[in-house]
């Protein structure tokens, strides 16, 4: 029972153990995730920018000019400079993402073989007891036996005493 409950608090510290360190690992990835979205809504607003900047025109008789042309290529650039920053930060999110999948399962596998090792000795050391236990059994059997033999020694030279004693006081008589 003390060791079901010993396993118990000891399963219980490892996993707020580890999930503390997940936490810190999910606080990361929660604000690469909000660096990203922040990102996307930039780039939402320049491609507004953009589709207001290929509908005017300055140029005489409505007529784009030069000037619009290069202001449409220059936001299309900054938003093409955005995209690679967003995929660029999106393989950040998911190295963090593999970082903490391979966390996960190098920590699974720690914790189930320091399971396996811990059951492997408490079997071993509830072997030992067993056998400790039959050892004690043993050595009070033998001491019984070896009493009982002592008390029957001491009654069988009681009695040859005694029969002694009768037979040399019976021959005095």
């Known amino acids: 029972m003390n060791k079901t409950l010993a396993a118990f608090i000891f399963f219980v510290f490892f996993l707020g153990r580890s999930s503390f360190a997940v936490n810190n690992d999910s606080l990361a990835y929660e604000a690469q995730r909000s660096k990203i979205n922040a990102m996307l809504t930039e780039r939402s607003n320049k ?4 589709s207001e900047s290929l509908n005017s025109k300055t140029g ?3 007529f784009k000019t030069k000037k619009d042309m290069q202001k449409s290529i220059d936001i299309l650039l900054e938003i093409i400079r955005t995209d690679n920053a967003i995929l660029k930060e999106t393989k ?21 073989d320091r399971n396996l090792s811990y059951m492997h000795t408490i079997n ?4 030992e007891n067993d056998k400790l236990k ?14 009982t033999f002592i008390v029957l020694l001491i009654i069988t030279v009681l009695f040859t005493a ?8 019976s021959k005095k008589s």
């Open 162 to 169: 005694l029969f002694f004693f009768r037979n040399f006081y």
């Open 47 to 50: 491609f507004g920018l953009y």
């Open 134 to 147: 039959t050892h004690i059994e043993n050595k009070r059997k033998a001491k019984g036996s070896i009493s």
């Open 124 to 127: 071993k050391l509830q072997q």
């Open 92 to 112: 950040v999110l998911l190295d963090y993402k593999n970082d903490e999948n391979e966390k996960i399962i190098s920590d699974s596998k720690d914790n189930t």
């Open 60 to 62: 005489i008789f409505g």
